[in-house]
């Protein structure tokens, strides 16, 4: 089993900046892949950004260019730092690990709010 614990959440106003914290504990593999999600209300979860057991990193949608993300390996913590944040940003972000097979794990998730 892993765990994986969101942190970081909070209410912004618009422009702002928020880093987002995800650690993970529990039987982690050398090897996995661990993306960040979110959730808009009445909407699918959608891919954010992934990183990469060779640290390759890759972005999707609208965060695209304002989102980096990155890990500390020593603190099991990967991160995602969001910059010049607008309302439509509002999500609940989720970090997802992923080691092959079905080993696949889901965080309860961080509350981001983003005031005009």
């Known amino acids: 089993q892993v765990q994986l614990m969101e942190s970081g959440g909070g209410l912004v106003q618009a422009g702002g900046s928020l880093k987002l914290s995800c650690v993970i504990s529990?039987?982690?593999?050398?090897?996995?892949?661990l993306d960040w999600y979110r959730q808009s209300p009445g909407q699918g979860r959608d891919l954010v950004a992934e990183?990469?057991?060779?640290?390759?990193?890759s972005y999707r949608g609208s965060l695209k260019g304002r989102v980096t993300i990155s890990r500390d390996n020593a603190k099991n913590t990967v991160y995602l730092q969001m910059h010049n944040l607008t309302p439509e940003d509002t999500a609940v972000y989720y970090c997802?690990?992923?080691?092959?097979?079905?080993?696949?794990?889901w965080g309860q998730g961080t509350q981001v709010t983003v005031s005009s």
């Open positions: 997802y690990y992923w080691s092959g097979g079905e080993k696949a794990y």
């Open positions: 529990g039987n982690i593999e050398r090897d996995y892949v």
């Open positions: 990183i990469t057991p060779s640290d390759s990193v």
